[in-house]
């Protein structure tokens, strides 16, 4: 007998040999956060207006990498790889940023942080270029039990038209 893997186990392995995961996504139990208004999303990015370059956008997400870096002066700094449900981004930290970060520990695989960014046009490729700023531990939203609309999830690749008559069916038989 084997014991059977954890859910955050499950998914580490998903990720690593099929590059993508399959059974659910780290992030889950933060996605009513991750999903509001509140946060930017990184299929998005392309779209944000770049005109003021002191705005900041707030981001949250799973951190996939951490790449520490010394400036020509010695100054630590880092390039982060933030994930969230629509892709993932490297966002620039300098000193200011990194190095409270990385002591406090918010800078390690796997942790689930909120920051904000400025966005700005590279010239080298075109892109946008996150340079990240106030760095904070991202927190789940606790449920209200009993309280609000339940929200379904349903993906294209895994839900049919059928499964869609299947639910109207079952709600319309248990309306309220």
């Known amino acids: 007998p084997v014991e059977e893997w954890s859910k ?46 002191r705005q ?8 996939r990498a951490i790449t520490p870096r010394v400036t020509k002066t010695g100054k630590p700094f880092g390039i982060l790889e933030l994930e969230d449900f629509t892709g993932s981004h490297e966002i620039m930290l300098w000193g200011e940023t990194f190095t409270p970060a990385r002591d406090n520990g918010l800078l390690e695989p796997g942790k689930i942080i909120k920051l904000k960014c ?7 490729n075109g892109g946008r270029r996150l340079t990240g700023y106030e760095v904070g531990e991202l927190k789940p939203r606790r449920a209200a039990k009993g309280k609000g609309p339940v929200e379904l999830v349903l993906w294209t690749t895994k839900h049919s038209e059928f499964d869609m008559m299947d639910i109207q069916m079952i709600l319309g038989k248990h309306p309220g």
């Open 118 to 124: 400025a966005v700005q046009v590279d010239e080298r």
């Open 8 to 53: 955050d186990d499950k998914l580490i392995h998903e990720k690593e040999l099929l590059g993508f995961y399959v059974t659910g996504h780290p992030l889950d139990k933060y996605r009513g956060v991750i999903d509001s208004d509140r946060y930017k999303r990184f299929a998005l990015v392309e779209d944000l207006d770049t005109s003021n370059p």
């Open 56 to 63: 900041r956008h707030a981001f949250a997400g799973m951190v």
